[in-house]
């Protein structure tokens, strides 16, 4: 947990609980990049190995369709990736945002580094903003992330924060999650992402459309445990006997989030509604779920498992408001 606790900087209100350094509102990208732990470089070098050679030093051989990615401060390997494959930089993700950031009243929130380099984001609020029966607020961000391991694409994610609980959830439209995915077999153009995100942020009052109907539909008992049974128990609709302790525990946790423990599970929106299994779901996953520490728990919250059994969350709430 230690270097996520180096690497990670936020305005505001602290996230996860207690990590990273925190900063003042509306500070330039040069002091994100410092206190968010991104102001280094990815280098690369040819992949190089010693052949062997009877009673004397091998000669050193070049293998010239794979290179080392390392950090430019610590000189730590990173990945071996293939030849072609594109880089993007600590810095670019932060660049991105800039002038979103002085033109279009975006304002940074979070930035780090995870798994010592290997991934690094960047989140900042929109400014859009509703409140579901008057209490519960949402608010807009847009998350960058990438990796330099070929583990995840760079990726430009619309995403919702529930004030009460900070839970995150992608903005998903017609069954699909709004995101913009960059592969790294190609170069990143930030003015084409930004065209792109455009549809997706113009989706916002779609969205919060349907999380209103989602407040609105009115859930019984026995619908509640269909509900988390199928989200958490089932894939494709096929119960993993493998998983059925865990699953029980979970089960067990996730029902009592929506019956009163989670926070906000009392407001007028969640209590006894669709919305409230949602969040039961999203709260379990960024705050409940067991991981190995909280980078682990972060990772899989917003690009793993944690973030499928959300979208499995939020497809099944809104098949049973429709």
Request: positive net charge; contains cysteine; hydrophobic residues 40%.
């Amino acid at each position: 947990m230690a270097h996520l606790l180096q690497s990670m900087a936020y305005v505001g209100q602290t996230p996860w609980h207690d990590l990273g350094n925190q900063l003042p509102a509306k500070q330039p990208i040069e002091v994100w990049a410092e206190k968010a732990g991104m102001n280094w470089t990815i280098r690369e070098t040819p992949v190089r190995f010693m052949a062997d050679q009877a009673g004397a030093l091998g000669s050193i051989m070049t293998f010239d369709d794979q290179k080392v990615l390392y950090r430019s401060d610590t000189k730590a390997p990173l990945s071996v990736v293939g030849s072609r494959y594109q880089v993007v930089q600590p810095k670019e993700v932060l660049e991105f945002y800039r002038d979103l950031v002085e033109v279009s009243g975006y304002e940074l929130e979070t930035a780090g580094v995870l798994k010592a380099g290997r991934k690094f984001w960047a989140l900042a609020r929109t400014g859009k903003e509703s409140a579901l029966k008057g209490t519960d607020v949402v608010k807009g961000y847009i998350l960058l992330a990438t990796s330099c391991d070929g583990t995840l694409a760079t990726t430009a994610t619309p995403t919702t924060i529930r004030v009460v609980c900070n839970n995150t959830l992608s903005i998903a439209l017609n069954g699909a999650t709004s995101a913009v995915k960059v592969p790294h077999s190609t170069s990143f153009d930030a003015d084409a992402v930004k065209r792109q995100l455009g549809i997706a942020v113009s989706g916002w009052d779609s969205f919060i459309y349907k999380m209103k109907t989602l407040a609105e539909r009115k859930v019984k008992t026995h619908e509640s445990m269909n509900f988390f049974l199928k989200v958490l128990c089932q894939a494709d609709g096929h119960a993993d006997a493998a998983l059925g302790l865990t699953n029980e525990r979970a089960l067990k946790k996730v029902q009592a989030i929506y019956d009163g423990q989670g926070r906000g599970a009392e407001l007028a929106a969640a209590k006894g509604t669709a919305w409230g299994l949602l969040n039961a779901v999203t709260e379990f996953v960024d705050h409940e779920r067991r991981a190995r520490n909280q980078e682990y728990r972060l990772d899989s919250a917003w690009f793993g498992q944690g973030a499928a059994l959300k979208q499995r969350a939020l497809d099944h709430a809104l098949q049973l408001a429709a």
